[in-house]
């Protein structure tokens, strides 16, 4: 397998850091996963598209620390093999003989997202934004280092939004035309998280943006290698 698909399949689920604690669940030689914040304000599912395993390795290892876990693949090769051991440990080596070992958890202690079976059957806004979108909202995070969250209200997407006279910066957004007249009230959420997210999926060209009124964003694109779907939770109550 590549190391660098792995490492970006890594920076993808793991949010800057934030989540650590995941299950690495090998399919019939498919990698997932699936993870959630310690805040539980994010939910991320991950799943690849292509087999980086033969098609017969299917088992399910508990990773405790995604960070250190990373570490250990940098000192090796661009190709590289993994075997795991009666999943108690990944072996990863390369054709120089360089090897790194990690110890694997039990998946009893790694925290379990919740099912998300209770869906909302319909999206007061969808739209997609793209590459020129995603630098602006990274920039303009930039600019507002004390923003902690960004704001939709109507057809714009406002980082520093405060209901008092405030610094911010309002980017248009283009509807999907299903919603274009649909009321929602403003909602906010995480800014950091968001943007975490579009660092790590600078390799995608769309992203596809869904919210709903009961406080819930889902966020969905993907590359060659993987399928990413992230749900966030709102920090505020509906207006």
């Not at 000192?75 to 009666?86: F, G, T, Y």
């Not at 003989?97 to 998946?107: A, E, G, K, P, V």
């Not at 399928?227 to 966030?232: E, L, Q, T």
Request: net charge negative; proline share 4%; with cysteine.
């Amino acid at each position: 397998m590549n190391k660098n698909i792995l490492l970006d399949f890594i920076n993808k689920y793991s949010l800057g850091g934030e989540i650590k604690m995941v299950v690495w669940d090998f399919n019939k030689g498919l990698l997932s996963v699936r993870g959630i914040t310690g805040d539980k304000s994010v939910v991320i599912e991950l799943k690849g598209k292509s087999t980086i395993m033969p098609k017969h390795f299917t088992i399910k290892s508990g990773v405790y620390n995604t960070t250190n876990l990373s570490r250990l693949l940098l000192p090796l090769d661009d190709e590289i093999e993994l075997d795991i051991i009666a999943n108690k440990k990944m072996i990863f080596n390369d054709k120089s003989n360089t090897i790194s070992q990690y110890i694997l958890s039990s998946i009893s202690v790694i925290p379990t997202p919740p099912n998300l079976v209770n869906l909302p059957d319909t999206w007061e806004k969808d739209f997609v934004i793209d590459t020129n979108l995603i630098e602006k909202i990274i920039i303009s995070s930039r600019s507002l280092p004390d923003a902690e969250t960004f704001t939709i209200i109507n057809d714009s997407l406002i980082i520093g939004y405060s209901s008092i006279l405030s610094n911010q910066v309002e980017l248009p957004l283009v509807l999907n035309k299903a919603t274009q007249n649909k009321k929602m009230g403003e909602i906010s959420f995480n800014l950091k998280a968001f943007v975490d997210f579009l660092k790590s999926h600078n390799d995608c060209d769309n992203i596809n943006i869904r919210i709903s009124e009961q406080g819930i964003m889902r966020v969905e694109t993907e590359n060659d290698n993987f399928h990413s779907v992230f749900y966030f939770v709102s920090t505020n109550p509906i207006t």
